[in-house]
């Protein structure tokens, strides 16, 4: 089968109704579930082999995640499904009025590599809940969790309900041609331009889950050893491959040496017998990416680690003293480097960062109530934490989701069913009253009734 005849296809099934009653939504959910439950081995698995993501790690971020929100889709989605009533306006009185949530139809997933099961099932799971036929196309970048994710789905779901496309650009271009009714996309801000682009032709809607320079605020207030841990915990999970990794710290000049010292420690206590990549620590990618991370690193000023190995594609976690104007400081660095920049002034640090492309998260450790509200509402970003980092993303009931070059929409819980919606507004009329002030003919009277009520 083309791929133009597979999404014909899944457009002819969705109009003969599948994916749409509640029970077939039930039923594709139950099925994922049990997908991810029972094979969770072989994807975690798979994922050890595509770049070394520790065991724990993965059942964490990869298995548990897409079960809680699966979970929380089977609790909520036919109570979502029902029309919402919204109150009435003088203007249509006696009226009633609805918001029918009608799933989009046939839509497409792309997904990136770094978080290869997550980042393909849990928009799976909003495109189900909401009754869409769906394309998954998995990162060619992790092949063999693409070729499980594939094998399971296709083991479980007739290709008119839920299809997977593995390949690479091209395969992608192929299905960029396609009319979906949507597309969803996680990946790179350059990749996510070629998308909104090609969805362009067939006025197509877009969700773009996209990267950027996600900065971690550490105040003078600050309690650095907590503050500390959860920042690297943040920076070493999948190696910092992770699109809210806190891409640099910005420290308060008062808080230097104590980040330093704690960074030291906190990283000792981590890994208490070294590295292992592939068992406690996460491998870089691939060659290419490895390259350009230790091209950043050739120049650095290393405070802390600074030690890689090609035939493992190891990095250390490594501290970098930084400033603004340094090359590390341009693109998001997507592995384990974090630059150190220190700041004196609340406003210095809130306009620099204002003037930056919004970030996809943003974190602030501060104990300062006043400080945590001026960067909330002065500081552009998708989303994050207080004294935090990464834990926004597991939250449902929490849209996660960029702003300008950090993404376009938001998902999670009841937000991804309303992502993968149409929202279709309905007033209900009796025949009666039938006043006859609304129709013509119109004369003087009217208007001057009109200007005297608006
Ligand atoms: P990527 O943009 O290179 O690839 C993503 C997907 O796009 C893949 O499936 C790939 O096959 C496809 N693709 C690549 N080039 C293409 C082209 N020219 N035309 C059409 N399709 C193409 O991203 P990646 O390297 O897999 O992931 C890393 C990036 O993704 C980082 O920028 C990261 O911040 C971002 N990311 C964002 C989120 C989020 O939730 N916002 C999550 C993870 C990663």
Known sequence: MTIEELVQRQKDAFRNGANRPADARRQNLTKLREIVKDHADRLCDAMKRDFGKPLVEAYASEIATVILEIDYHLKHFEKWMEPESVGESVYTFPSKSRIYRQPLGSVLIIGPWNFPVNLTFMPLVGALSAGNTVVLKPSELAPATSAEIRSLITSRFEPEEVAVV??????????????????????????????????????????????????AIVHSDAQMDVSTRRIWWGKTINAGQVCIAPDFVAVHESQREAFISESQKVLSEFYPDGYRPGENYTQIVNEEHFERLSLLLEDADILLGGRTDPQTRFIEPTLIAADWDDEIMEDEIFGPLLPLITWSDDTEIIGRLTGNDPPLALYLFTRDEAFQKTVIREIPFGGGCINDTITHWINPKLPFGGVGTSGMGAYHGRLSFDTFSRRQSVMGKGLWPDPEVRYPPHGEGKLKWLKRLF
């Open 166 to 215: 593995e390949g690479d650009a091209e395969v992608t271009t192929e299905l960029l041609r396609q009319p979906f009714d949507k597309i969803f996309f996680t990946g790179s801000p350059r990749v996510g331009r070629i998308v909104m682009k090609a969805a362009a032709r067939h006025l197509t809607p877009v969700t773009l889950e996209l990267g950027g320079k996600s900065p």
